[in-house]
């Protein structure tokens, strides 16, 4: 592969569908100057820092999540692949082909190196978050293929059956997972894509899901989207600048190797759409705790108002009601936990009876499973009037690793 | 069985004891955009208009206060309940929709909930098109419920007295006769189930799928029976004798709970409709896919018990609602006989045929059905107590 200076695709976006200032630039700064001028404009998200990025960066609005099965037992074979996807994964985030020129450059008898699909695209916010499933440190048959198995950090559990949980077994688990996000699915899809194909022989895919729409605002800028129950959900939210409440409920704080991670929650949620639609405007209301035009809760006030879980309504019963969504996701009535939701709606066609096969991929971030996820998840699933519209067919629970800087790579904490 | 939130939303117009009711669901066109607004604060109840045309009217309710309020439009006697509105917390807004023929009437706001309220005069003038008729759709809506209610004490008399017949089978270790009774007599439960599920304690006793488990909950009720009768191939162990008796005792006696609480039950038209829409979804989301009946696969027999029940409710209000949208009831009488064909295909003897020998063409068959018939009965409550 020839090592000529790469081409962005965010250099590319800029000349191609900049504003007209930034055309006209191109033609007197030439190539490197509307690189930085576009650059400038921020669609780049960083790669390197302290955390993964993907967790409290702005949530884009498209998503591309693939659960990976490690087919090795090799452990230098897998670091070397997550030092690949790794170099991979930062250039990808700055809206460069997987390694630089990796489209045209190399020779004409190979398979170009990228797949290409995103030559021309920005580079559309994209971020890539990898994770670690339980069964890395020990698989099903118990083995210890990595010689890991004593560093399986507190947080990695395996869940209980929740009620009403109707699991697919193409959609549940996995050694390894990838969240893609991007303002473009098609930029999205080609990092997984070609992270994949880096790997084959290596890693295989269990299962993936593409998601739409997000569902839930990580910053205090974003508007609170809604979901296809056309509520508004996840208002309270931890956003990305509470320091305090991402140190407290979102990184893991231990002094080990997961120090600067977090929890990946994810979660498929089918909704029964088809009957939802069918339940009265006020009865959507009564089961949100919310009201569907404002998102207001049923306290008063506006979105962001308090809900007032106390306000008595008529015949002494509460306004909200106890069985309402609201009320029983409140970070009040669940011991002060607070999460950070990260997650997309999703449609994938229809099932063989001619029903939406759609709902919620649920994406959460926090420090510790066990009391941030558990608890909230059964309670919601026993009690929530919501629940008789949802049923869960996917899950997984991955260990985030801390974000690398320049010349790390993603889980070098876990490998060293 | 899921948990459902069954009938007890918040009737939010309640026209029932009203004797003043009109035809017809057209909105009337009279001022503007037709609806009246209504800023209710803690000490003033401001009504934008002290009359309109009879017919339908809309109230358009904000609560300018601080102090939970509610809005009526009440009878010249100031005591009847034309429609209400609770439940509006401060700084929220919600629309009240009655139908009201000529005469006086009074608006009231509540703020606080408590007292007779903030009252002004209302009048509601001659209507220039609507047809005034029907004084007597209270009595059609007393008649529906109380047929309902006569129904649902049959159908748990039913339950009971079948439900003993089949714990006596299955404690005698009698499987063929309690495998045969099994379907049948779960045949009443599922015709009246959300009625059973209003009670929110006895749904989860009786009718808990072993998916729905809470971990660590005990697993009792017909389905724990099922897989007894119908094991699965692979890692089941059987109850012992006196596991038999245990589970089998406690569902006659939760049954009888049942049986008791609905001796005097009373209902309102909303909850008939609201029940029929409720059967509909447990079709769509547990029955036409299977999964209610995972091990003994009779899942057409509670199929066909929801869709008996929905339609026995929507028979008793067939002349309340006949009365107020023509083509509705068209609609729906066409939609619960299209169903009933196609259930009728597949019966086998006194039952139907086992979920498991549909074929995928004729389960989209049956979905497409009862998708078909749930959408129009989704605006029947609205007819009904408008």
Redesign the interface.
């Known amino acids: 592969m020839a090592d000529r200076p790469g081409v962005s695709r965010r250099a590319l976006f800029g000349v191609g569908a900049g504003t007209l200032a930034a055309g006209a630039a191109a033609g007197y700064f030439g190539h490197d100057s509307v690189a930085e001028a576009v650059g400038a404009e921020s669609d780049v998200v960083d790669f390197y820092g302290e955390h993964q990025a993907g967790i409290v960066t702005e949530a884009q609005d498209r998503m591309c999540f693939a659960a990976i099965n490690v087919l090795t037992s090799d452990r230098n074979e897998l670091v070397d692949l997550l030092q690949k996807w790794t170099k991979a994964a930062a250039n990808l985030s700055q809206g460069l082909p997987v390694v630089p020129d990796g489209v045209g450059g190399g020779s004409r008898m190979a398979p170009p190196i990228d797949t290409g699909e995103a030559q021309g695209l920005s580079a559309g916010h994209l971020t890539i978050t990898i994770g670690f499933g339980r069964s890395l440190f020990r698989d099903a048959d118990g083995m210890d293929r990595f010689s890991i198995a004593d560093r399986l950090p507190e947080g990695l559990i395996e869940f209980p059956h929740f009620p009403g949980d109707q699991l697919e077994d193409s959609r549940v688990g996995g050694d390894l997972c990838i969240q893609a996000c991007a303002d473009d699915p098609q930029v999205a899809v080609h990092a997984v894509r070609n992270l994949i194909r880096m790997g084959f022989g290596t890693v295989s895919t269990r299962w993936m899901q593409l998601g739409f729409g997000r569902t839930a605002s990580t910053s205090p800028d974003q508007e609170t989207p809604r979901n296809l129950f056309g509520f508004k959900d996840g208002t309270a939210n931890v956003r990305s600048d509470e320091s305090k409440a991402l140190d407290e409920h979102i990184w893991v704080r231990d002094g080990s190797w997961m120090e600067g991670g977090s929890y990946l929650v994810a979660r498929r949620i089918r909704m029964h759409i088809e009957t939802w639609d069918r339940e009265s405007l006020d009865g959507q209301e009564q089961i949100f705790g919310r009201t569907k035009v404002d998102g207001a809760p049923l306290s008063g006030g506006d979105e962001f108002a308090t809900p007032d879980f106390s306000m008595a309504g008529s015949g002494n019963q509460p306004i909200i009601p106890v069985d309402s969504h609201v009320r029983l996701a409140h970070p009040s009535q669940n011991n002060g936990v607070r999460i950070l939701r990260r997650g997309y709606n999703y449609a994938d066609g229809a099932d063989t009876r001619g029903n939406l096969d759609a709902g919620l991929f649920f994406i959460a971030f926090v420090a510790d499973p066990e009391t941030d996820y558990v608890p909230m998840q059964n309670r919601l699933a026993a009690q929530d009037a919501l629940s008789e519209y949802l049923v869960h067919t996917g899950s997984g629970l991955f260990a985030v690793p801390p974000g690398v800087q320049e010349g790390g790579y993603i889980g070098q904490s876990l490998f060293t | 069985m ?4 069954s009938t007890t ?2 009737l ?1 117009a309640a026209a029932l004891g009203g004797v003043l009711l009109l035809t017809g669901c057209e909105p009337n066109q009279k001022s503007g955009d037709g609806s009246i607004t209504v800023s209710s604060t803690d000490d003033k109840c401001d009504v934008s208009a002290e009359k309109a045309p009879a017919g339908t009217l809309k109230f358009d309710v904000t ?1 300018d206060g601080l102090k ?1 309020t ?1 809005f009526y439009l009440l009878g010249e006697d100031g005591l009847r309940i034309i429609g209400e509105v ?2 509006i ?4 807004n919600r629309s009240l929709t009655v139908t009201a023929p000529e005469g006086k009437y009074f608006t009231a706001c509540k703020p606080g ?1 408590v007292g007779d309220g903030i009252r002004g005069d209302f009048t509601v003038t001659k209507s220039e098109g609507g047809t005034e008729v029907a004084a007597e759709d209270s009595q059609l809506a007393d008649q529906a419920t109380t047929q309902y209610a006569s129904y649902v004490k049959d159908q748990t008399e039913q339950l009971q007295s079948g439900t003993e017949k089949f714990a006596q089978a299955y404690k005698d270790g009698d499987d063929a006769e309690a495998r045969k009774l099994y379907a049948s007599v779960r045949m009443h439960w599922e015709r009246i189930e959300p009625v059973a599920e209003s009670f929110g304690d006895i749904d989860p006793k009786l009718d808990l799928r072993e ?5 660590g ?1 005990e697993w009792t009720g017909w389905h724990l029976l099922e897989k007894d009768l119908w094991p699965p191939k692979d890692s089941y162990t059987a109850l012992s004798d006196a596991d038999r008796k245990k589970y089998a005792d406690l569902l006659v006696s939760d049954t009888k709970v049942l049986f008791d609480r609905t001796r005097d039950i009373t209902f309102t038209p909303d909850q008939l409709s609201n029940g029929a ?1 409720e059967l509909l ?1 447990e079709v ?2 547990g029955k ?2 299977g ?1 209610e009946e995972i091990w003994s696969h009779t899942d057409l027999w509670d199929f066909q018990a929801n869709v008996d029940g929905a339609r026995i409710a929507y028979e008793d209000l067939q002349p309340l609602l006949a009365t107020r949208d023509k083509e509705l009831d068209a609609t729906l009488k066409t939609r619960f006989d299209d169903l009933q064909k196609l259930l009728d295909k597949h019966k086998d003897g006194d039952g139907f045929v086992l979920y498991t020998d549909l074929s ?1 063409k004729e ?2 068959e049956l ?2 059905s009862v ?1 078909a018939l ?2 129009p ?2 605006t029947l ?2 007819k009904v107590v408008g």
């Open positions: 899921t948990l459902t939130r939303t918040v939010t609560n939970v509610e609770e439940n917390a401060p700084g929220l909930m998916a729905d488990l809470v971990d909950q829409k979804n769509a989301t036409v896919t999964e995928k389960i989209k979905a497409d998708n749930s959408e009965l989704s409550t609205e």
